[in-house]
């Protein structure tokens, strides 16, 4: 059975105890034993994290212990996925550079706050986690974020819905879902999810289901992989 470690706490206006609910419903349903933890010191066992298949980070504005911060990015690196939505995942730790370069972006801005309808486009990528999902509106905060140009887009915004200084840019698509690697480990984010509600839209629950499953997957497939290494190499041959 494989191991998910969900973090909720920091900011209470993104929800974390509702949207941490959600996440473990969901991980249940598709057989993962899940700890929820309401401190950031479950960060702090180095060998527990590296013992996980998944790590879900729900945790808004927080500040981290940087060696808690380097035990998180080691278990990702060595296999560990990684997944989470909104500031949850891309705005937990702002002074914390190693942790955005893992995640792949940070929230900088949502022109006009909660409560913007915008679209969210699906992509024609080479991943299949978002197939069968077609573009949809969502009336929430629209983020604005700084990414790392090695992500893999898999839905995009279009900016500017509401004017303001940016919009003198022209159009911008914005990355909404991405897939990225860091070492051995997969690592996954939607940023919609301001609130609970949001999460519990259907699109946006298969949207992290499918982005959990995938992410737990990078352990198993890191070590199958590493078996194939040893066989091509004759270092698994015991004749």
Known sequence: MKKA???QGGWQGHEPKQVS???ERILKEEGFEVE?????????????????????????????????AKNVT????????IAGLHGGMCDAFRNNVDWQFMTGGQWVAHPGNDGVEY??????????????ISDFKVKSEQYYLHIDPVVEVLATTRFPV?????????AVDMPVVWTKRWG?????????????????????????????????EGKS???????????????????
């Open 162 to 170: 509401i004017d303001g200084p940016y919009s003198s840019n022209g």
């Open 74 to 81: 080691a278990a990702v690196q060595s296999g560990v996925g």
């Open 21 to 23: 609910d959600i996440f």
């Open 36 to 68: 929820v933890s309401d401190t950031l010191e479950s960060f702090a066992d180095a060998d527990k994290l590296l013992g996980l298949d998944l790590i879900v980070p729900a945790w808004t504005m927080g500040e981290i212990d940087k060696q808690w």
């Open 119 to 132: 679209v969210v486009h699906i992509k024609q990528s080479s991943s299949t986690l978002l197939d069968g």
């Open 5 to 7: 470690l969900i973090v």
């Open 184 to 216: 051995a480990g997969r690592v996954y984010y939607c940023s919609l999810g301001h609130k609970a509600d949001i999460v519990a839209m259907p699109e946006v629950t298969l949207m992290m289901r499918r982005g959990f499953v995938w992410a737990a």
């Open 221 to 239: 497939a890191a070590s199958q992989s590493a078996v194939k290494d040893l066989k091509y190499t004759g270092m698994g041959d015991s004749n």
